[in-house]
């Protein structure tokens, strides 16, 4: 079973809409959690970390769900420029080889 | 503010042929990692770093070799290059290894023929 699963998409939706995307992890002992963004051709880019507690950031919400195992990111009011790839990251203890990457989402927004 | 940069960005090279792909980082981040980035994988682990002259192997690390002589550059060789090591590498610094996450530097689109 892999570390990090994520629905690979693509999802395509219309600007101003609201889509979310899950990510699931398999070590209950994962410590930390993070969204990246990874436009075609490009570096992957820290879009946000994901706090127990859950976190916002401008139209991003990331929330943190331990009894289930997943992370999530919701986007608010999509713009064209949301377009990418996002990718889920956990940390599933200490150590700097402890870190994996989904294979990403791909959203779409059309105008 | 350079960042983290990678050399070079594209490169053709043949089988059995040895090639350096370099990373060099201006924050002075003590960990430096090399990914690469496949089809239907994510991002894995090739060789990481925690400090100058201290490397260690990450999940793939088979037919690579790294070395951390300075802080600020960590190069990754293909000593013998093999058509399954087509890829694009990322090299990635952190500051620490506890929560804190990496910065990536934009990528080598490595091509073996």
């Known amino acids: 079973r892999k570390e990090v699963e994520q629905d690979p998409g693509p999802f395509n939706v219309p600007e101003g809409a609201t889509v979310a995307f899950n990510c699931t992890y398999s070590?209950?002992?994962?410590?930390?959690f993070f969204w990246y963004r990874q436009d075609c051709r490009k570096e992957p880019k820290l879009l946000m970390s994901?706090?127990?507690s859950g976190n916002e950031d401008g139209r991003f919400t990331a929330q943190l769900n331990r009894a289930s195992q997943y992370i999530s990111l919701l986007i608010r009011d999509s713009k064209l420029s949301d377009s990418a790839t996002y990718l889920c990251?956990?940390?599933?203890?200490?150590?700097?080889?402890?870190?994996?990457f989904g294979t990403g989402t791909r959203l779409t927004v059309i105008p | 503010d350079a960042g983290i940069t990678q050399s070079p960005r594209y490169k053709i090279t043949e089988t059995g042929r040895q090639v350096t792909l370099m990373c060099h980082q201006t924050?002075?981040?003590?960990?430096m990692f090399w990914y690469r980035q496949d089809l239907g994988h994510g991002l894995r682990l090739i060789y990481y770093?925690?400090?100058?002259?201290?490397?260690d192997k990450g999940e793939v690390p088979d037919g690579y070799v790294v070395s951390r002589s300075k802080t600020e550059n960590f190069p990754l060789t293909l000593e013998s290059a093999t058509r399954s090591q087509t890829s694009v590498y990322f090299c990635?610094?952190?500051?620490?290894?506890?929560?804190?996450?990496?910065?990536f530097g934009d990528g080598t689109r490595l091509s073996i023929l």
């Open positions: 990635a610094s952190s500051e620490s290894n506890s929560n804190q996450p990496q910065h």
């Open positions: 070590n209950s002992a994962s410590q930390s």
């Open positions: 994901v706090y127990s």
């Open positions: 990251v956990v940390k599933t203890q200490t150590g700097a080889n402890n870190l994996f």
């Open positions: 924050w002075s981040h003590s960990y």
């Open positions: 770093s925690a400090a100058a002259d201290i490397t």
